[in-house]
């Protein structure tokens, strides 16, 4: 059998086809759904309709490339909306297919299990509306935590102003609780996998060097001055990053760096698994 899910996040709507659990292919549109949501509860008719065309895109790619069955699962930009029930329709009436909105806690577990399987350790998802953080101790989560901060909102709400960003990181990230990290912590989601691109000086994207690299905290702090230091044109000229990802990777970079310090954190490993993987596992189909 296979299998394709697609993960339709605030900034990104992503593709995995998987077949008996290894991955036959992955894709990426970055159509940008959660644009101004910092500002606005409601999701935008211009970013509602290049979202649904890429599902659709990503749907019909699936059954060409003999697909048995495709699910799809909704994250922050969706659940948060108070338009979500049109966005919903409009994908039901281009794809027939059903979106499973997740929670933040949701969101939060099958990116742990995608990332980790079973084993003890511990995520930092920054995606586009949120981010979240879990940590499995025993075989049994010991602390799980979603707040609406990410890189789109972030970058909504401050720009580029370093200053600002630093301020509203550091008044959201106290809502986590300061639990000591006595187990291996991985970053996911696309602000954790173009840092890792970045710090490797991939020209282009490459899923396979990117799983596992460790990112040093000192690293990162050298990488996120050199990113407020680069113009988003410059930026955009960055193979390995989406043109969408030039725009919000600096307030990105600079959020996972104050969660770094804020877990006392020195380095962290980076996983290319993530929520994809993570909602097949949990549906039994891997």
Do not use: H, W
């Amino acid at each position: 059998m296979k299998y394709a899910v697609i993960d339709i996040g605030s900034n990104s709507v992503r593709l995995l086809i998987q077949s008996d659990g290894k991955t036959l292919y992955k894709g990426l549109n970055s159509t940008r759904l959660g644009e101004g949501i910092a500002f606005n509860s409601r999701l935008l008719p211009a970013a509602m309709e290049r979202t649904a065309l890429a599902i659709k895109e990503f749907k019909e790619k699936a059954l060409a490339l003999g697909v048995d069955e495709v699910y799809a699962f909704a994250t922050a930009a969706v659940r948060s909306a108070l338009n979500r029930a049109e966005f919903l329709s409009t994908v039901k009436r281009l794809t027939g297919m059903e979106i499973d909105v997740l929670s933040g806690e949701a969101e939060a577990s099958v990116g742990l299990t995608g990332a980790l399987g079973n084993a003890d350790g511990g995520i930092i998802d920054i995606g586009g509306g949120s981010t979240e953080f879990t940590m499995r101790i025993n075989n049994a989560v010991a602390y799980s935590k979603s707040i609406d901060l990410g890189a789109v909102r972030l970058y909504d709400l401050c720009g580029r102003d370093k200053e600002l960003l630093n301020q509203t990181i550091q008044n959201n990230i106290i809502q986590f609780k300061k639990v000591n990290c006595a187990v291996p912590v991985y970053g996911i989601g696309g602000t954790a996998t173009s840092l890792a691109a970045l710090a490797l000086g991939l020209k282009t994207y490459d899923g396979q060097k990117i799983q596992d690299f460790v990112l040093q905290k000192t690293q990162l702090q050298t990488l996120s001055d050199r990113l407020f230091e680069t113009s988003v044109e410059e930026l955009m000229k960055i193979s390995c990053l989406t043109p969408s990802r030039a725009q919000i990777i600096a307030g990105g970079a600079l959020l996972l760096l104050r969660l770094m310090e804020y877990f006392q954190l020195s380095a962290i490993t980076i996983s290319e698994k993530d929520n994809l993987e993570g909602y097949l596992i949990q549906r039994g189909l891997q």
